[in-house]
């Protein structure tokens, strides 16, 4: 079992910036793709980005792209989101995500929620305008 929690949430302005944490724990994350997914308060969950388990593959949703970095430590179990320039519409509850039951091989980066399994309970990021 893995467990995974968020840190690194909270309050900026716009233009500002972000770094969300997420530290996994219970297990490693060995061949498992990780990824951060947002949701505001009446939205759909949406898919911000991904990365594969050595860190070869990034996979960024639009409203992410130019602006946030993906990065993982696996000697570390840790993922981080890197968010730059941020405006109030990325105002949401971040999540961080794994991907690690595809029955015994790697898996690979996706932008679906339903392929991600184990989920953490989110941290706040509240842009102002």
């Known amino acids: 079992q893995v467990y995974l929690v968020e840190s690194g949430g909270g309050l900026v302005q716009a233009g500002g910036s972000l770094r969300l944490s997420c530290a996994a724990s219970?297990?490693?994350?060995?061949?498992?793709?990780i990824g951060w997914f947002r949701q505001a308060p009446g939205k759909e969950r949406e898919f911000v980005a991904a990365?594969?388990?050595?860190?070869?593959?990034?996979f960024y949703g639009d409203s992410a792209k130019g602006r946030f970095a993906i990065s993982r430590d696996n000697a570390e179990n840790t993922l981080h989101l890197q968010m730059n320039r941020l405006k109030p519409e990325d105002t949401a509850l971040y999540y961080c995500a794994a991907r690690s039951d595809c029955g015994g091989y790697q898996c690979y980066v996706s932008a679906r929620v339903q392929d991600f399994d184990t989920w953490g309970q989110g941290t706040q990021v509240t842009v102002s305008s």
């Open positions: 990365i594969s388990w050595r860190g070869v593959t990034e």
């Open positions: 219970g297990r490693t994350l060995d061949n498992s793709a």
